[in-house]
């Protein structure tokens, strides 16, 4: 299938219906097959005792808990029927990870083609059967886990229903370190699963992105903003627009180049092929009856005369008629 580019929204609409919309409209714009947004029951999620990561403190303070800050960028669930419903009429994919089971029903009423699992839930064993039960496929992010971890996840959701399953490698930092990006290890889950694998990344760039296509991701997930300046946990680690555009035209050009995987002459350098090739041609004017030699042949362009691989079979054969020097020696010589 063709690579499957999904532009993470996530909370980084601020808590504003309107702005999620216009974010859904720039992502068909930039090209994106789909949008993704988090669905979730805050309360439901994070107890009041839960800290923010070192990353939402360094972005959005510490003046606030985890819950509070997050009480302040989710939908209920009539705001995301009607961000889906807006976001069929423009011809984007409506996407969202639910933090909770609730959420995971509400997600699975809207006949969505995949449900997305983020990393965090990747241990949450009663969330893993309500996501299976569904029957509805899902793209499981790995961020944080090891390939036991991912093995009894998947197993879970194999044993509760799910259909099918695109595993996405994953790094939760925001932004990661490239050196911890670890691109390859999608190659050892595709190996360990047997399922078709993907990225989401949190680089601050869109070179991991590139490189996870040429390396078999069938999906890519990226984390999008309007600007990157907004308050919130995850504009610093989001691509702008002008950004998003040139990373789904370079993931497309990237897609097409990887090509059939078989090596062959393609139907654009054809043309080239008489051009850049040569020919056995006279070194000097040969006359009618003389013997060829390596002192008078040499090979030159264009190559559509007789091919030096046959340099060998003409060796000492006798000329047919006269040459002149630079004009091709005849295929008809080879008797």
């Known amino acids: 299938m063709s690579?499957?580019?999904?532009?993470e929204a996530g909370v980084n609409h601020n808590g504003s219906l309107e702005l999620a919309k216009k974010m859904a409209k720039v992502a068909k714009e930039c090209g994106a097959d789909a949008v993704k947004y988090q669905t979730a029951v805050p309360e439901l999620v994070i107890s009041k005792y839960a800290p923010k990561a070192e990353y939402q403190k360094e972005t959005t303070g510490e003046g606030e808990s985890q819950l509070e800050m997050v009480r302040k960028l989710h939908f209920d669930f009539a705001a995301h029927k009607e961000l889906?419903?807006?976001?069929?009429?423009?011809?984007?994919?409506?996407?969202?990870?639910p933090f909770d089971i609730p959420s995971v029903e509400f997600l699975a009423s809207l006949d969505l083609p995949w449900m997305k699992v983020p990393s965090g839930e990747i241990t949450n064993l009663p969330y893993l059967e309500a996501v299976g039960k569904t029957g509805i496929p899902v793209i499981l992010s790995t961020g944080m886990s090891t390939l036991p971890e991912i093995e009894d996840a998947v197993g879970i959701l194999e044993d509760s229903g799910c259909p099918n399953m695109i595993l996405l490698h994953c790094n939760t930092q925001y932004p990661t370190p490239y050196e911890d990006a670890n691109l390859t290890a999608m190659?050892?889950?595709?190996?360990?699963?047997?399922?078709?694998?993907?990225?989401?990344d949190h680089t601050k760039g869109w070179e991991c992105d590139v490189a996870a296509v040429a390396l078999g991701a069938q999906v890519i997930e990226k984390h999008f903003t309007l600007d990157k300046t907004m308050e919130g946990p995850d504009h610093?680690?989001?691509?702008?627009?002008?950004?998003l555009k040139a990373m789904v035209e370079a993931v497309r050009h990237v897609e097409a180049a990887l090509g059939s995987g078989q090596k062959a002459v393609t139907l654009s350098e054809k043309g080239n092929k008489a051009v850049a090739r040569k020919s056995i041609v006279a070194a000097r004017p040969i006359a009618k009856g003389e013997e060829f030699t390596p002192d008078n042949l040499t090979t030159k362009r264009p190559g559509t005369g007789l091919s030096p691989m046959k340099w060998?079979?003409?060796?000492g054969r006798t000329a047919r008629q006269d040459y002149q020097e630079d004009q091709p020696i005849a295929p008809g010589e080879l008797g």
């Open 3 to 7: 690579v499957w580019i999904v532009a």
């Open 312 to 315: 060998h079979e003409i060796l």
């Open 84 to 97: 889906k419903e807006y976001c069929d009429s423009i011809g984007i994919q409506y996407l969202s990870a």
């Open 187 to 200: 190659i050892e889950l595709c190996r360990a699963f047997g399922y078709p694998v993907g990225l989401s």
């Open 236 to 243: 610093q680690a989001s691509l702008e627009p002008a950004e």
